[in-house]
Nanobody, 126 residues
């Protein structure tokens, strides 16, 4: 059973930085992993995803140039470095993973991802 545990959320002023972590366990083949977020009253939005067997990462246009997704294979941990944060980045952030062996979708649809962490809150004040 795949388990995803996020940490690293918090409150920061606009322009600041945060790094989210996702400790992953229970999968033994390549998967599509990444981050989604959901702000109050809004739908879940894909932030960044990548295929663990590849090298490229897809980012939402709203975070390109500000957010960086990375992985520490030795620790089975996924990171999301968030710089130049804006109030509109305020949301609950979720680590996600697909079923084993699945490639990343062309469209960042939340329905594609079977496994979700419990979420970590990010609040950016102006």
């Amino acid at each position: 059973q795949v388990q995803l545990v996020e940490s690293g959320g918090g409150s920061v002023q606009a322009g600041g930085s945060l790094r989210l972590s996702c400790a992953a366990s229970g999968y033994h083949s390549n998967v599509c992993m990444g981050w989604f977020r959901q702000a109050p009253g809004k739908e879940r939005e894909g932030v960044a995803i990548f295929y663990t067997g590849g090298s490229s990462t897809d980012y939402a246009d709203s975070v390109k140039g500000r957010f960086t997704l990375s992985q520490d294979n030795a620790k089975n941990t996924l990171y999301l470095q968030m710089n130049s944060l804006k109030p509109e980045d305020t949301a609950m952030y979720y680590c996600v993973a697909s079923v084993a062996g699945a490639f990343c979708p062309k469209i960042l649809s939340p329905q594609y991802f079977r496994y979700w962490g419990q979420g970590t809150q990010v609040t950016v004040s102006s």
